[in-house]
């Protein structure tokens, strides 16, 4: 609707309604440092969710009321969030874990990339819908999955560790850094 967000290390979320000329706090109920680290925004709906630090996922309706805490599961560090479709992804795990949620769902639901079994220091760094299937980037290659769960496809491309993984969609193709 016209609106920026900004998440900002330590300091929460921000607004902006003149693209970015001035800036508004944003982060009323948010509590605790790690909660003001803010790894990643995103919207979904009518509502904004955050990925942060230490605090674990938030949502804040973009209409109305403050910031709430998103679920028992997933607390502390996170390293993103990605929505596709009606479902979240959230990347806040080591050992191959990482989360979903769906509608109605009453918290998170663990995934692990490996499918049967967790795997020592592997971690999520960033995920994407594609339309047809989720796609996380990790420490050691790509895992590809049509759900966002189990089964996960592992795609080895050579190059390890990742320390980061950013991805980007234009006119159906998946670009990866």
């Known amino acids: 609707d016209g609106r920026l967000y900004a998440g900002t290390d330590r300091q929460g979320v921000f607004v902006s309604d003149n693209l970015g ?18 790894v990643e925004l995103i ?3 009518d509502s904004l ?3 942060t630090e230490g605090g674990g996922p938030w949502v804040r309706n973009l209409h109305s009321g403050p910031w709430i805490h998103f679920g028992n599961q997933v607390d502390g560090n996170m390293q993103g969030i990605a929505a596709g479709g009606s479902r979240l992804f959230a990347l806040a795990g080591f050992n191959g874990v ?8 009453p918290d998170w639901t663990f995934t692990l990339l490996f499918n049967d079994r967790f795997a020592a220091g592997l971690a999520g760094l960033s995920a994407i819908w594609t339309g047809r299937r989720w796609v996380v980037g990790s420490n050691i290659g790509i895992f590809h999955s049509a759900t966002g769960q189990e089964p996960w496809t592992y795609v080895d491309f050579g ?16 670009y990866a850094s």
Do not use: C, K, N
């Open 98 to 105: 990482e989360w979903v949620r769906d509608p109605g769902q």
């Open 21 to 38: 000329d001035t800036w508004v706090g944003y982060s009323q109920g948010l509590s605790g440092l790690g909660s003001l680290v803010v």
């Open 159 to 174: 190059i390890h560790p990742t320390l980061f993984f950013g991805f980007a969609m234009h006119d159906g193709d998946l």
């Open 49 to 51: 969710y955050a990925a």
């Open 43 to 45: 919207v979904l709906g």
